[in-house]
């Protein structure tokens, strides 16, 4: 797809010439603001092609260790089933258009759900289709053989919201290969949430522009997968992720091993600058005064943990600094002290894992380290949204 050609009438062509966005906002934004058919819901899902109904441009999200509205999602949709659908445009020029906007789009789905109501939804919902009627005309067009009204089809989002029955894509210009590789890869991993990437390149010639939208992350895989959760997402059933599964699938680990794990993760909770995060099969512990992007490690469902070093690595990440650098350093050596381990040459800059009997029984030991780093304070000068 590295060339377009507009052909005549006599079946000549002539090359079209690819243009890049000078505007993120006023260029891709309201591109696909004014097309969202270039979200491709019929190849998505073929068997049911997806309608959308706009919620808001710049959903807010909410920063659950402050309460401020810190992030904003580019797009928040929901298709005829009620699947939110999260977007995140990007430039092909912007650094971020990497495998940081993925964690990104996975902190903006943690946190969002936890605020977003179906009557706030349904609000905002009212205003970007321009009154409460038009908004009814809209959802009529895309469930003409629901009988509901506007309220029930937003609590069906909400609904699924809760349950992680969500769809998040990234549109883009151009992409580059190790983020469609990372979206192909996550669309096969996960069961409840779809993931897709779309390449919108744009080209002009003589007299008009062209758009050719390409669809990654979707494989006969995802297809079942996608057939699956359209089926489902009007079900009661509960979430297959966040705390309350946590707790289930750590049971199933062992009771006492379990009873050990809360106990810790409730101290944890009431460390002063700690938060913590309920993503997938992990509960991630979070410092946000210190490094406001990732976390410091995950507890996973078996009661390993996993040291997220690999995040403070700053040849990796240019936003890390030499600050952050220097504490993530101090902070292995007081894990190792803790722990009375060593960690390998290559580990204090990867995720080394560390089995439940290697740590829980020194779990207060690690509880005095986090409560050394909640007492810090970096002068972070940069933007971290």
Known sequence: MSKVYLMDGESKTTNMTRIHCSSED?????????????LLGDQINPERPCQWVLIKREMPVTDPSTGLQRWAIDFFLADQDGIPTLVECKRCDDSRARREIVGQMFEYAANGHHYWTAKQM????????????ALKARLGEIRPEAEETVSDFFKLVEQNLRSAKLRLIFFLEESPLELRSMVEFLSRQLQDTEIFLIEARQY????????????????????????????????SSGPLRGEEQFWLAAKAHG??????????????SRIEGCRLSWIYVSCVVMFPEIFPKRGAFGIRRNGELEMYFGYWNKEKYPDVTEQQVGLRQEFVNRVEQALSRTFTDNQPRAFPRIPASQWL???SQLLAVLQWMGSKRLDLDRNTD
């Open 26 to 38: 006023k260029e891709l934004q309201h591109l696909l603001e004014q097309n969202l058919e270039l």
């Open 122 to 133: 349904m609000a905002y919902a009212e205003v970007a289709n321009g009154n409460e009627a």
């Open 204 to 235: 002009q010639g003589p007299s008009a522009r062209v758009v050719v939208p390409w669809l990654f992350g979707f494989t006969e895989t995802v297809r079942v997968a996608a057939r699956k959760l359209a089926e489902n997402s009007s079900g």
């Open 255 to 268: 009771e006492s091993q379990a009873h050990d794990l809360k106990i810790f993760v409730e101290d944890t």
């Open 361 to 363: 029984t020194r779990a």
